[in-house]
């Protein structure tokens, strides 16, 4: 394992009536903040009553700014650093999922400067300071909720880009699985489909020889997001499933998966934010297409690890390296088949004759997040397996 430092400042409320905290958890940051939701889902379950009672409760004025798409835009971004400054708040309270979250961070830094925000995106200005944020998790999925991430999309320039920085920790983040029984089928499988590729995307890129703790928490982290995403699907309203859920998906890119690995890398996602940024795909949805292509690809280039996947997450233990690693990945297609999202790009309506096109942006993201291995060539390549 190599040297390194785990420091997560993130406070988390887990568990049934844990909402009614968001006021008091915000009040200790100040007396006006800005609400950031979504399209409606927290107005249709009831958390949008439990939140503004409890911040108006707790003597909170509330600046709305709701509307936040699922692939958030810059554009949306703005309006929300207007209203921010505009109103002098003291800190920003988001309610909903990684797409809310992520905006709402967007905005903490963005209210703090005079300079477009995008620029931190592109790297030509760096955060040093952002508008305490507080978070109600309503979907199981980006671990936003728990990391120093965010990813926004630039609608004119079409590029989906996301950084971390220390700034972006939330202070605090209510967790209630209960406010997850009403994400549908679909986006829950999406939701799970995300959290295991934050754990494979440092699982396979990992450079150290041997990591059996690390390796054994992220397989382990993989079995239980399978395992309780076939739970809730079997009933949506299983509080103990929800749970496991939620907090397998926090735990899956709050940091800890990554501890002693040194540089890892993010290349299925550096692939699916073009979908999305190109086609408005979800998220969860770009990756179950790009999961399997990439893995493929890279199998036959670095058997070892995905034969160990093979074995310890799938039980495939017979035969050769490059059989097991081969079983694995299709044991793993197969239950994206089983939870049904979708795993090739005709799938998402995306016509082969793209791949170019989507290869050209996801090159522009490699440069940012300095990863020149990924050209142009190489990404056109891992596109074709995933057909
Ligand atoms: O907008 P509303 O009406 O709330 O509907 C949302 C949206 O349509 C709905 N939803 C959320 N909570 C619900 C609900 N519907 C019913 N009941 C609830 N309780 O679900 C839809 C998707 O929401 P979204 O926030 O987009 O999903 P998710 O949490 O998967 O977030 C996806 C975003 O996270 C980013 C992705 O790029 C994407 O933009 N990520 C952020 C990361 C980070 N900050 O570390 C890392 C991830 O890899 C990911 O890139
Ligand atoms: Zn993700």
Request: aromatic share 8%.
């Amino acid at each position: 394992m190599k040297n390194f430092v785990f420091h997560n400042p993130t406070k988390i409320l887990f568990g049934k009536d844990t909402i009614p905290s968001i006021g008091s958890e915000t009040a200790a940051f100040g007396k006006k903040a800005l609400m950031v939701y979504g399209q409606g889902s927290i107005k249709e379950n009831g958390i949008y009553e439990q939140v503004t009672k409890s911040l108006q409760d707790a003597g909170v004025t509330i600046v709305e700014h709701g509307g936040v798409k699922s692939n958030p835009v810059l554009s949306h971004v703005h309006q929300g650093i207007q209203l921010a400054k505009e109103h002098k708040v003291d800190a920003i309270v988001a309610v909903g999922g990684g797409s809310v979250i992520d905006s709402a961070k967007a905005i903490s830094a963005g209210a703090l400067v005079e300079h477009d925000v995008w620029k931190f995106f592109i790297g030509k200005k760096s955060i040093k300071d952002a508008l305490p944020l507080t978070c109600v998790l309503t979907l199981a999925a980006s671990g936003s909720e728990m990391n120093s991430g965010m990813v926004i999309t630039n609608e004119e320039t079409e590029q989906k880009f996301g950084f971390a920085n220390k700034h972006l920790f939330p202070k605090v983040s209510i967790l209630d699985p209960r406010a997850t029984f009403t994400v549908s089928p679909q986006y829950t499988a999406y939701g799970s489909v995300d959290a295991i590729a934050h754990v494979l995307e440092y699982y396979f890129t990992n450079q150290e020889p041997y990591t059996p703790v690390q390796d054994h928490f992220m397989e382990g982290l993989v079995i239980s997001c399978m395992d309780s995403c076939n739970r809730v699907l079997k009933n949506l309203e299983d509080y103990d499933a929800r749970a496991d859920l939620m907090w397998g998906a926090t735990l899956a890119l709050n940091g800890m998966t990554g501890a002693g690995l040194g540089k890892v890398g993010f290349p299925m996602h550096l692939i699916e934010h073009s979908l999305s940024a190109l086609y408005n795909v979800a998220h969860g949805a770009g990756l179950s297409v790009v999961i399997p292509g990439w893995m493929i690809y890279q199998a036959q280039r670095t058997p070892e690890k995905f034969a160990q996947f093979g074995e310890r997450v799938f039980g495939k233990t017979s035969g050769p390296m490059e059989k097991k690693a081969a079983e694995g990945i299709q044991a793993l297609l197969s239950w994206f088949v089983k939870v049904k999202t979708p795993t090739s790009l005709p799938a998402l309506h995306i016509p082969l004759k793209d791949i170019p096109r989507i290869a050209e942006n996801a090159v522009g993201l490699a440069k940012v997040w300095r990863m020149p291995e990924y050209t142009k060539e190489k990404i056109e390549d891992i596109l074709k397996l995933c057909v």
